[in-house]
Structure formats: structure tokens, C-alpha cells
């Protein structure tokens, strides 16, 4: 699929259209600079068709000299409800404040937007991998994955998800960092406001799952500093990984718990220099390894993983706790989310029966947001697990979302246990 330019691209559109617009029967002698036109246009297309969209290796950050700034573009078919897709390339910041370039999709939807521009929601995806294959913008399931996708473009909502640094783009990915997701977050909605027909206006909210619902939470965090030309209304998170320290300890005896663990311990070793070898058996290393080469694209995905998480439920960590041993207590501390300004009302959804994010710990977590004077509205599922929590609370979130478009006063369920 050619990349979207300013190039030669769009001056063979322009002669095509020209062409066809007053088309007349034509002599050989007229029709050699036309065919001429028409073979620099086929090269220059095709040349541009052979670019590995993600690659970054030719890429001049003094051209895009902010973050938030589109490197390039290009459509994608397929987009529900009669809505314009585009996969986006854009600048962002790296762990150590150094430009990077981070991919992900911008959805338009269909029809003219109001007078004051529209809304945005940048969806924040959950765990898909680590490497840079498990891109959702990559994924065949792109727009099912991203949940209450319909009910945000029949609203009218621009929807910015990034792929976050390392999916995409070359690894690895800084996978459950906090800053990471979050200033990705934040650039993938300044670039929405750059799109062609998008009428994208600064206000916008955020919407994530799981490792989503921490790039979520973290967005509310950052906003004011990275992105303080952005009006962020709310922040809507399902089953957000928030006691990092909890979530890779007392999840151990399950599949997901002990998947999470080794991920992690994959990624911070890699993107911080954080030593496993006090940590790990010798025997897990390969499966870890392994895992982390794998994505998870769709839901059936997780039982492919099975297999793996057995052989670590028998061998792999040398301690009890991974918090006790730094740098990992440190790590863990600073990528767990903290309190958000109280101007940001923030909606949280848990499913009661997920084993990996334990209501608990949402709760929790509730608690230390309502303490610190934020409006919170708590969806309780019963009988809900993790996989599903985003699935199941995307109309919740998007009809909350759109009362703080609206400027409706934020529901708060703080007095509530």
C-alpha cells in the first residue's frame, strides 16, 4: 500500500483527474508525454509501495522537530461505518527524552464535522507483545480490537490508538512503563489534528484496557506537561494494571500472572539494563524468551501461550517477590500510577471475577483517587474476567465519555464501597 506523500503521488492524482476530466480521443504524438507522466508516476509509486512503512532507519527528526508531528501516513481499507482510516507514523519522545518514531491508526468518521471541530478519544490497547510484528496496527483485527469503536464514530468522535514505542516500530518494546504509553498517548492525538478531513479539535479523552488502562491513567498524569495545547476531559480505564508490584507477584499461580511476570522482566531488562540473573532460573530464560517473540493478536492466542506458562509454573523465579530486589523495587514504584489532578474526573470498570487485575487492587486504587478529591464513577461487573473487561464496559465508557464532551458535571461514586 503506497505511503501518502506530497510527493510525485499526488501530482499523478492531480494529471489523472486532469486527464479524465476532459478526455478526447488521443494521437500518438499527444499521447507520449501522458504516457511518459504515466510511467514516472507507476516508479515513483512503486517506489514507495517497497518502503517498509515502519521503518525508521532514513528518518530526520530536524524535519519533524516536535513531538506530535506526522512523519508519514497511509490509508487503510476497511473501516467500519463508512470511516476514513489511516495508519500514522509520528514523532514522540524516547526513556531518555531522544525523538522516536512511534506508528499507530487515526479513524476519521463519515460526514462533516460541527463548527467547534470534533472530539477525540485515543484508544489504549492491552497487552499485544512485545516485539515489533505485534502491532495492533499490524493486526487483521485492528478495528474489533479497538472496543466501542462503533459507538465513538456514530458519535462523531475522532479515535487516535497507538501501537505505544517498539510495536511497529523496531523493539523492543518498553512494555508496562508508565511515561512510555503515556507520551505516545498524547502525540498520537496531536497527530489525529493533523489528518486530512479529521476538523480534530484540542479536547479529548482517553479510553484503555488492562495495560491500556495504564497508558491511560498515565496520559491524565503527563497531560498538563507534554501536551499543555490539549484539553483532556477524561480518562476511562477497564481493569487497568495499577499495583505493578501486586500484579507480578500475587498473580504467579495463574497463566496470565506468570505471561505479565515474564514479559516484563523481558522488556525492563532490555529497555532499563535491569540485571534478571538474581531473579531467574537458568531453565526459563529460553521460555521467556519464546514468549516474548509471540503476540496477542486475538483472544485464542492466550491458550497458545499455555504451554510456556506451564513450563514456568515449574521452573522460574529464584525469589519470592520481585519488588524485594532492585532496581526492580524501584521500577516497579515509578511505573505504578499515582493520583491524577482532581480537575480530571476519570472512569474506572472491573470485572469481579478477573484473576490477573484484581478487583481488589482496583479498588483500591479507586480509594486513592476519591482521597485525592477526583470524581470517579466505579462500573462493577460481575462475573466478568480480565479478557473481557474492555469488551464489556466500552459502552459504559463511551456514553461517560460523551457527558464530559458535553460538559455534563462528572458522576462520582467515591461515597460508594
Known sequence: MPVVSSGNESFCKIASASRASRYRPMTFRRAVPWLSLLGACLLAIQSVAQKDFYSVADIDFSRYPTNGRLIRSEPIDGAPDGAAAFRVLYRSQGLHDEPIAVSGVVIVPQGAAPKNGRFIVAWAHPT????????????????????????????????????????????????????????????????????????????????????????????????????????????????????????????????????????????????????????????????????????????????????????????FLKVTNVSDVEPWHSLLATNTPGTLPPAIPVFLAQGMKDPLVLPSVTLSYKAKLCQAGTPVQFDSMPGVGHAFAGRDSAKAAVEWISRRFDGAVPPNTCSVN
Open 128 to 315: 499485544s507483545g512485545l516485539v515489533s510484528k505485534c502491532a495492533p496496527s499490524r493486526a487483521r483485527v485492528l478495528f474489533r480490537s479497538i472496543q466501542g469503536l462503533h459507538e465513538m464514530l456514530h458519535r462523531g468522535f475522532v479515535v487516535a490508538a497507538t501501537d505505544y514505542p517498539g510495536l511497529g516500530t523496531p523493539g523492543p518494546h518498553p512494555y508496562l512503563v508508565g511515561t512510555s504509553e503515556g507520551r505516545a498517548v498524547l502525540d498520537s492525538v496531536r497527530v489525529a489534528r493533523q489528518m486530512p478531513g479529521a476538523s480534530a479539535s484540542q479536547v479529548f479523552a482517553v479510553w484503555g484496557h488492562s495495560q491500556g488502562g495504564q497508558a491511560a491513567l498515565f496520559t491524565g498524569i503527563l497531560a498538563k506537561t507534554y501536551a499543555p495545547e490539549l484539553h483532556l476531559a477524561g480518562v476511562a480505564a477497564a481493569a487497568p494494571a495499577t499495583d505493578l508490584a501486586t500484579l507480578l507477584t500475587e498473580d504467579m499461580d495463574t497463566s496470565g500472572g506468570r505471561n505479565i511476570t515474564a514479559m516484563t522482566l523481558w522488556s525492563w531488562s532490555r529497555v532499563y539494563g535491569a540485571p534478571v540473573d538474581k531473579l531467574v532460573t537458568p531453565e526459563a530464560i529460553p521460555v521467556i524468551d519464546h514468549l516474548a517473540g509471540e503476540c496477542i493478536e486475538r483472544f485464542f492466542d492466550v491458550f497458545a501461550r499455555r504451554g510456556p506458562s506451564k513450563a514456568l509454573s515449574r521452573s
